[in-house]
């Protein structure tokens, strides 16, 4: 079981002045180790085209701690809504607590609603593979260890599925990473959002040494390697 001291420290107030000491003891060390460094990939050479018209689709991502991933995709142009959730497990387990054990086969993950006619689904794949996650790392990423910090695509419509299908096998192909990606690619069975505590979390914490270390840099990664896609505050 892994727990984020930051997220303890908010599920536990009666002692947040020790979890306080806490999230600032062990976030630091376990931020550095567990830090993603963005990837310059190459285009989806498969992808689904722009309607003519604006529109909302919505797909959810999974790759590690959901506060980073939240964090991208809302600074992403195009990008309606970006939610923090659980996907791939039941219902009444769909709690931080249960999922926290690793026992539910949730995936902390995050319901990224868009305009298709603004951003692309390709254009999220990009995204979501170079500065939101790693996408060869298999149940964990960084420090962060197990089944819930999964990559995933959680596909809602058969174009999403065979996009993303083509991306993987682009990406492996090219060997832009050293490993080859273990992202689960599988339908999106029933989202959950997650707790009020853990929505925008990056946003109303930006000192928090996890965020400060972990999370932060994706967004900095994004603004530098997609300066088209990028929105600021």
């Known amino acids: 079981m892994t727990l984020h001291p930051g997220k303890l420290f908010r599920a536990a107030a009666p002692v947040a002045a020790l979890a306080a000491l806490l999230s600032a003891a062990l976030t630091c060390g376990r931020a550095n180790a567990g830090a993603h460094e963005a990837v310059t990939l190459p285009a989806p050479a498969v992808d689904v085209a ?51 054990t690793g026992a539910t086969g949730h995936a902390e993950s995050v319901r990224v609603t868009f305009d298709p006619a603004r951003v692309t689904f390709g254009q999220l794949l990009k995204v979501f593979f170079s500065v939101a996650h790693d996408p060869t790392e298999l149940n964990h990423q960084g420090a962060d260890e197990g089944t819930q910090y999964r990559s995933a695509v959680f596909f809602t419509s058969p174009d ?13 192909r090219a060997k ?39 999370d932060a840099p994706k967004v900095t990664h994004l603004r530098q390697l997609f300066p088209d896609l990028y929105r600021g505050n």
């Open 176 to 214: 832009v990473f050293p490993d080859r990606i273990v992202t689960q690619v599988v339908p999106l069975p029933a989202f959950y959002p997650a707790e009020a505590y853990h929505q925008d979390y990056a946003a109303h914490h930006p000192d928090e040494p996890y965020i400060m270390f972990n």
């Open 50 to 100: 722009p309607p003519a018209k604006p529109g909302k689709e919505t797909v959810v991502f999974a790759g590690g701690c959901f506060w980073g991933v939240q964090a991208v995709f809302q600074h992403v142009k195009g990008v309606t809504e970006a939610t923090s959730g659980y996907a791939g497990g039941a219902a009444d387990t769909a709690t931080y607590p249960q999922v926290s």
């Open 160 to 172: 999403q599925k065979r996009v993303t299908d083509a991306y993987v096998a682009q990406l492996d």
